[in-house]
């Protein structure tokens, strides 16, 4: 599609059998109702959608895609998932019946996906008189202030059987469209599907509107949440091949290597590899005046784009949201949905059914274990804060293990050009540093790791050196960071490195001291045992140590905590082997353990088992209940 042609998408909103689809038919030709069902009823039950070319002012081409909306209360579910991709809404109000509850639901709900364009239109007014024409005009006009429809084009009466104010509508519909701000080019690919179906010579069809990034025929497509990956065969706007897609086009999707069965509404297309669904948000979220009180751990439906889910709400800072508050929440989805921060949702109560509020998405990627209070914190201060700010609190909150540039374009779905040209002021000045290997480090906490690595020399009071792996292994940073940091200390002539050790600049200790021979010796005997580590007397009588040599080694590999002992026990364990055993726990989030399954997982006696399990209890791994422990 050109860029110079300007695009908008057009949600219908109002209450059923107000004339939505006739005056979509009526605009644009095409009878969205397309379902036998919706045909014998007269009402609609899905997704409707047609589209219309206008000549803009300027003599340019403006494309209107509408997405025709179920009015009906009990489809409310469908209004959602086509109100949750539009750019601006035409509000549908009836002459003959003013407004009415779902005219209300309705604009609440787009209100709530921060659509603020639009236009209001009365139906059917050749069915009433000029009178009261005028009376539901003012009713409108009330309905209308304080909201984003109240500053718009003037109310405008209309009727899809007269002809009465179309050519009026068309043309405001067409400035609408040339008014229409320009997606910014700086995120990735995001189609949420609306539709899925096979067509007869072609095979599976897909539509849906492009939030972002582009899309190309011949390129490979994943969908989430799934493992599916398909090739784009052919592209289709407004029925007119396309060899190229910008953002906010409704297209439809020719899919090679894909069957039907594989896609469905609520998943969304994206480049294989940039995003996958999360289950796990925290929000910004505002309740309707109107709404009822929402309280901690409550179950709601949870709807954006056209994904629909159930969720468990928990509420930072008290056990309930009134009605009317605007509050910070971490949802718990009860399936994957594609979202990054900045995205629109409705929350919508479980029995009675009714929309409850709504709000914008701020983190799609918590992390895990963080205090509540902490995280509360964090999510103040990134609310209102620029773009560059956020992109400073994402990696500052990642402490000593930076944040690589893949995970930065997860969680916040921006190419990865846009972030190196944001960032690349934040590293002029020092606020970041790139880490070969594209990851990114706070100011703070590259300080923090350097004098991590220097403290750790220190403490090597008699050994002033360590072995490269074992240092790194004891300040435990990742291999590209470790290696960074060692190479500017060397730089800055604050350490000396000595083949496979490390030293601290003022010392004049070589790799010949026999502490660090033996030191290496017994960490190594203790880390070659993992978690079935031997007695420190075994390890002695093993290297022909003195008992008095032992205990000073000791008590050095435990101040530099290459060794962690286990409670009052006289067990040491390597930090390695910790290491392992806490990510292969952790991997068990949610589950019950006791200690023979504990036995089970790991091969070791009860002698061992008992003394890891307090481990893993005092390190808020686990929570012991009773006999049982829950990973946490």
């Known amino acids: 599609m050109s860029e110079s042609v300007r695009s908008v998408v057009v949600g219908t909103a ?6 939505k689809t006739a005056l979509v038919r009526a ?7 397309r379902l036998p069902e919706e045909k014998k009823r007269g009402i609609t039950i899905d997704l409707g959608f047609a589209s219309l070319d206008a000549i803009a002012p300027d003599n340019t081409l403006a494309q209107i895609s509408f997405v025709d909306v179920p009015g009906h209360h009990h489809f409310i579910h469908n209004m959602l998932a086509g109100a949750g991709c539009i750019d601006a809404v035409l509000l549908v109000i009836s002459a003959e019946e003013g407004v009415k509850p779902q005219t209300e639901e309705h604009l609440a709900i787009c209100t709530l996906l921060g659509i603020r364009r639009g236009m209001t239109v009365i139906t059917k007014a050749d069915a009433v008189s000029g009178a009261d024409l005028e009376r539901v005009r003012s009713q409108v006009q009330a309905f209308l202030r304080g909201t984003f429809l109240e500053t718009g084009a003037e109310i405008l009466p209309v009727s899809a059987y007269t002809g009465q104010g179309l050519e009026e509508l068309r043309s405001r519909l067409s400035s609408l469209a040339m008014g229409a701000s320009r997606r910014s080019p700086d995120y990735v690919t995001r189609l949420p599907l609306d539709r899925a179906f096979v067509m007869k010579g072609f095979g599976t069809v897909v539509t849906g509107t492009l939030l972002s990034g582009t899309l190309r025929t011949g390129q490979s497509v994943a969908f989430e949440p799934g493992d599916s990956v398909a090739r784009v065969r052919g592209m289709q706007i407004h029925r007119r091949a396309e060899e190229r897609v910008n953002p906010g086009s409704r297209v439809a999707l020719n899919l090679a290597g894909i069957d039907l ?3 469905s509404r609520g998943q ?4 294989p590899g940039a995003l996958t669904a999360v289950t796990t948000i925290d929000v910004e979220a505002s309740l309707l005046v109107d709404s009822k009180e929402l309280k901690h751990r409550a179950t709601v439906h949870f709807h954006a784009f056209t994904s629909d889910t159930l969720a468990t709400v928990s509420i930072y800072g008290s056990n309930a949201a009134e009605a009317g508050a605007h509050r910070l929440m971490r949802l718990r989805l009860h399936k994957p949905v594609v979202l990054i921060p900045g995205d629109r949702f409705v929350l919508r109560q479980c029995s009675p059914a009714a929309t409850i509020g709504g709000g914008r998405v701020l983190d799609t990627h918590p992390l895990p274990r963080l205090r509540k209070a902490k995280c509360l914190a964090w999510l103040e201060a990134i609310k209102e804060a620029s773009l560059e700010e956020q992109i400073v609190q994402r990696v500052s909150r990642r402490g000593t293990d930076g ?14 050009e846009a972030l190196y040209r944001i960032a690349e002021p934040l590293t002029g000045d020092g606020r970041l540093v790139l880490v070969p290997g594209e990851i990114w480090f706070a100011r703070e906490a590259l300080e923090s790791a350097t004098e991590k690595i220097v403290r750790r020399l220190k403490i090597e009071t008699k050994a002033s050196g360590l072995k490269r792996s074992e240092l790194r292994s004891q300040v435990a940073l990742d291999a590209e960071i470790f290696d960074f940091l060692l190479d500017r200390l060397v730089r800055e002539q604050r350490l000396k490195l000595q083949g496979e050790m490390v030293f601290p600049a003022k010392t004049d200790q070589q790799i010949t001291n026999p502490d660090i021979k033996f030191l290496s010796a017994v960490a190594a005997a203790y880390e070659a045992s993992g978690l079935a580590a031997p007695s420190a007397v075994e390890v002695a009588s093993h290297l022909k140590l003195s008992d008095g040599e032992m205990r000073r080694l000791m008590t050095l590999l435990l101040r530099a905590k290459t060794l962690i002992r286990m409670g009052t026990d006289e067990l040491y364990i390597h930090r390695t082997a910790l290491e392992g055993l806490r990510a292969q726990i952790l991997e068990l989030h949610g589950q019950v353990l006791d200690v023979a399954r504990f036995k089970q997982i790991t091969g070791l006696s009860r002698k061992y088992a008992i003394p890891l399990l307090e481990y893993l209890d005092r390190e808020r791994i686990t929570r012991k209940d009773g006999d049982r422990r829950i990973v946490l």
């Open 14 to 19: 109002g209450h059923i059998d107000h004339g």
């Open 27 to 33: 605009l644009t030709g095409v009878d969205t109702d």
């Open 261 to 263: 069965s594989d896609v």
């Open 268 to 271: 969304t297309i994206v480049e």
């Open 403 to 416: 944040l690589s540039l893949q995970m930065l374009m997860a969680e916040t779905g921006m190419t990865g």
